[in-house]
T-cell receptor
């Protein structure tokens, strides 16, 4: 069966510090991978998605970046965090293209930038 | 612009029925999804509608009217564990998911 691991669960970082969130998927090959951010009272915001190794699409210009060094590994990074980067970050995977594409989410990382 | 509207919060009684509405305005339509999200946890898939009509899955049903840009999620025989946020999302013509802000459902005994 497929599983998705995301860590850490919670993170408190000072403004200006770097960030690295990691996500790995097991039990499937060549998944589509996603990073979302969820702010209180707002819909999920797609940050990055990847359809293959080294292929990253950015949806929102910001000080975050993503990398996919291996087929089932997706990393979200920042060189210098801003207060506005606080939020609940979710990694997700899916298979298939177009139409019905069910997302499977990781357990999320609650990031607080102080 | 693209927009998904759903009520911010609803309250219902254990054992009752509740209907959560979702209206959308998107660039094209390739399906509508409902996800359940308990506080502090990840969303989990509930249902998918791409054709008009009602899809029933146990206590949960989802309805779609494409001509009206409208869907609802119907929860029957409510249980305390149904207390959660319910997220509506529409896949647009570019196969991008547009998400609503979610409806927080509070179940009272």
């Amino acid at each position: 069966s497929q599983t998705i691991h995301q860590w850490p669960a919670t993170l408190v970082q000072p403004v200006g510090s770097p960030l690295s969130l990691e996500c790995t998927v097991e039990g499937t090959s060549n998944p589509n991978l996603y990073w979302y951010r969820q702010a209180a009272g707002r819909g999920l915001q797609l940050l990055f998605y990847s359809v293959g190794i080294g292929q990253i699409s950015s949806e929102v210009p910001q000080n975050l970046s993503a990398s996919r060094p291996q087929d089932r590994q997706f990393i979200l990074s920042s060189k210098k965090l801003l207060l506005s980067d606080s939020g609940f970050y979710l990694c997700a995977w899916s298979v298939g293209t177009g139409g019905f594409e069910k997302l499977f989410f990781g357990s999320g990382t609650q990031l607080s930038v102080l | 612009g693209q927009n998904i509207d759903q009520p911010t919060e609803m309250t219902a009684t254990e054992g009752a029925i509740v209907q959560i509405n979702c209206t959308y305005q998107t660039s094209g339509f390739n399906g509508l999804f409902w996800y359940q999200q308990h506080a502090g946890e990840a969303p989990t898939f509930l249902s998918y509608n791409v054709l008009d009509g009602l899809e029933e899955k146990g206590r949960f049903s989802s309805f779609l009217s494409r001509s009206k840009g409208y869907s609802y999620l119907l929860l029957k025989e409510l249980q305390m564990k149904d207390s959660a946020s319910y997220l509506c999302a529409v896949m647009d013509s570019n196969y991008q998911l547009i998400w609503g802000a979610g409806t927080k459902l509070i179940i009272k005994p």
